[in-house]
């Protein structure tokens, strides 16, 4: 069935580094992958997101890749910083038609100052 | 743009009994989407309604149902209420829902079940 999988669970980094988190997706028919930040006591919020047209997509600090032939989709995030810390979340839009998301199972991050 | 709201934003209900947890889409979108989030389980997919209709649902039993009303607002119920219901429920919405439109989520409601 439809699944994504989402690596690490937990990523602690220092500040200044950078951090990636990966997802893998099952359904090739996906075509939109998006990004959330969820910190404690909200929701989820969108920080970005790439299409399945595009192999690349940055955004400041933040980045996302796209590879549709492994179907894996990474989240890079540069020059962490302490408000970065947060649960993060890929999910994968499949087919188009179904009108749901499907999402990675998310991963702590923690930037120790 | 105000976001997407929800309310209530916590709850506490006895085992068997009912809730309806609301949500109000930012303007203009027309697909609302519910999710349940729990620490086990993760972010899942409960139902989605765009124009009233709902259009995909989730595996989740059939005391878990929802409705959409004209103004694009969305209500979720669960009725006989369970101790593994205690969650926060997550509403998002979109433009179109299409899959490929950007969906944005609420605060959420934290529901605990005693």
């Known amino acids: 069935g439809e699944n994504v999988e989402q690596h690490p669970s937990t990523l602690s980094v220092q500040e200044g580094d950078s951090a990636v988190i990966k997802c893998t997706y099952s359904d090739s028919a996906s075509n939109y992958f998006p990004w959330y930040k969820q910190e404690l006591g909200k929701g989820p919020q969108l920080i970005i997101d790439?299409?399945?047209?595009?192999g690349e997509k940055k955004d400041q600090r933040i980045a996302v890749t796209l590879n549709k032939t492994a179907k894996h989709f990474s989240l890079h995030i540069t020059e962490t910083q302490p408000e970065d810390s947060a649960v993060y979340f890929c999910?994968?839009?499949?087919?188009?038609?179904?009108?749901?998301?499907?999402f990675g199972t998310g991963t702590r991050l923690k930037v120790l100052a | 743009k105000a976001g997407v709201t929800q309310t209530p934003r916590y709850l506490i209900k006895t085992r068997g009994q009912q809730v309806t947890l609301s949500c109000s889409p930012i303007?203009?979108?027309?697909?609302v989407s519910w999710y349940q989030q729990t620490p086990g389980q993760g972010l899942q997919f409960l139902f989605e309604y765009f124009s009233e209709t709902q259009r995909n649902k989730g595996n989740f039993p059939g005391r878990f149902s929802g409705r959409q009303f004209s103004n694009s607002r969305s209500e979720m119920n669960v009725s006989t209420l369970e101790l593994g219901d205690s969650a926060l429920y997550l509403c998002?919405?979109?433009?179109?829902?299409?899959?490929?439109?950007?969906?944005?989520f609420g605060p959420g409601t934290r529901l605990t079940v005693t």
């Open positions: 303007s203009g979108h027309r697909s």
């Open positions: 998002a919405s979109s433009l179109e829902g299409t899959g490929a439109y950007e969906q944005y």
């Open positions: 790439i299409r399945s047209n595009v």
């Open positions: 999910a994968a839009s499949p087919t188009s038609g179904t009108y749901k998301y499907i």
